[in-house]
C-alpha cells in the first residue's frame, strides 16, 4: 500500500480577477472604454468641469507653463486656460463626430435597403453614386465647400456626414441581400408583411452589429478629418473651440508654449485610438465566424 501522507501537496492558485478580466476582455479595451467614458462624460458636463469661460483672458498670466496654480494645463498667448478650452474642444469635436457618423451611416444604409429592394435602375444609380463618392478627394471637396458657402456648426455637421456613406450602402446592400434570400425574410412575406416591415424590424435588427462596428471605424476618420479642417481654419471659428482648431492655434508657440498644441493633440491621438481599438473587438467579438 502506498503511503499519501507523504506525497507532495500541490496547491492550485485560481487566477486572479485582473487575469479572468484579461481572459474576457483585453485591458487595452478596458482602457480604450474607460477613456471614451471619460471623453463622453468630459462632453456632457463640460460647463460644470471647465475652471473658466473659454474666452476669459488673463494678460498677465500669458503662456503659463502647465501645474501653475489656477491653471493646471497653463494658458496660451492671450491668458486663456487651456483646461477650460480643452474641456469645450472635447464636446465640440464628438458632437461634430457623433452627429456626423449618426448622418453618414443612416444615409448610406436608406441608400443600401432601397438598391437591394427595387434593384435594377435603382440599384445600378446607387451603386454607380457610391463609385463617384469614392473617387472624389473629400477633403478637396470640403475645402471647396466650406470656402464657398462659408463655416458654421450645422454645415461642418451635414459635410462631415456625407463622408463614408459610400462604405455602408454598399454593405447594407450586400447584407440585406443575403438576408431577404433567407427562409425567416420569406416568412414574414408571406405572412402580408409589407417590404418596410421586413427591412426595418426584421433584416436591420441582423445587420445591426454590422454596421456599429463599421460606424465605429468611421468615427476615429470624421474626427480627424474635422481636425484637419480646423486646423487648416475653415473648421470650428472663433470664439468656439474645437482639438483641431486649438491644434491649428498652438502650432505658432510649438517652441515656446508646446502645451497649447500638445494637449490637443494627445486627446485626438488617445480618442482616435480607443475607437479604432475598440471597433476591432467588436468585430472580432460579433463575427459569428470568428466566435
Request: glycine letters at 8%; proline letters at 5%; a positive charge.
Amino acid at each position: 500500500m502506498t503511503d499519501t501522507s507523504l506525497s507532495p501537496q500541490v496547491a492550485v492558485r485560481k487566477p486572479g480577477w485582473l487575469t479572468r478580466l484579461n481572459r474576457r476582455m483585453p485591458l487595452l479595451i478596458v482602457f480604450a472604454m474607460a477613456w471614451l467614458g471619460a471623453m463622453v462624460f468630459t462632453a456632457i458636463f463640460a460647463d460644470l468641469l471647465r475652471p473658466y469661460e473659454i474666452t476669459k483672458m488673463n494678460l498677465s498670466a500669458r503662456m503659463a507653463p502647465p501645474l501653475t496654480p489656477g491653471h493646471l494645463l497653463g494658458t496660451d498667448d492671450l491668458g486663456r486656460d487651456v483646461l477650460s478650452r480643452l474641456l469645450q474642444s472635447v464636446r465640440v469635436s464628438l458632437v461634430i463626430a457623433f452627429g456626423a457618423t449618426i448622418l453618414s451611416a443612416v444615409f448610406g444604409t436608406t441608400l443600401g435597403f432601397l438598391a437591394a429592394r427595387y434593384r435594377g435602375v435603382v440599384e445600378n444609380a446607387v451603386m454607380a453614386l457610391a463609385d463617384f463618392q469614392a473617387a472624389l478627394p473629400f477633403l478637396i471637396m470640403s475645402l471647396a465647400v466650406l470656402a464657398f458657402f462659408g463655416t458654421s456648426m450645422t454645415l461642418l455637421v451635414c459635410l462631415m456626414g456625407f463622408y463614408g456613406w459610400e462604405r455602408y450602402a454598399r454593405l447594407a446592400r450586400g447584407l440585406a441581400i443575403s438576408a431577404s434570400a433567407q427562409g425567416y425574410a420569406g416568412a414574414v412575406v408571406q405572412l402580408g408583411a409589407g417590404p418596410m416591415r421586413v427591412f426595418l424590424r426584421h433584416i436591420l435588427p441582423n445587420v445591426a452589429s454590422t454596421l456599429i462596428v463599421s460606424m465605429t471605424l468611421t468615427f476615429p476618420e470624421i474626427i480627424l478629418m474635422e481636425s484637419g479642417l480646423s486646423f487648416l481654419g475653415l473648421g470650428v471659428q472663433p470664439p468656439e473651440t474645437s482639438l483641431g482648431n486649438m491644434v491649428g492655434f498652438g502650432r505658432e508657440y510649438l517652441t515656446r508654449a508646446p502645451w497649447i498644441m500638445l494637449a490637443p493633440s494627445t486627446v485626438i491621438v488617445l480618442t482616435t485610438l480607443s475607437i479604432s481599438l475598440l471597433g476591432d473587438w467588436l468585430r472580432d467579438r460579433l463575427d459569428p465566424v470568428l466566435r
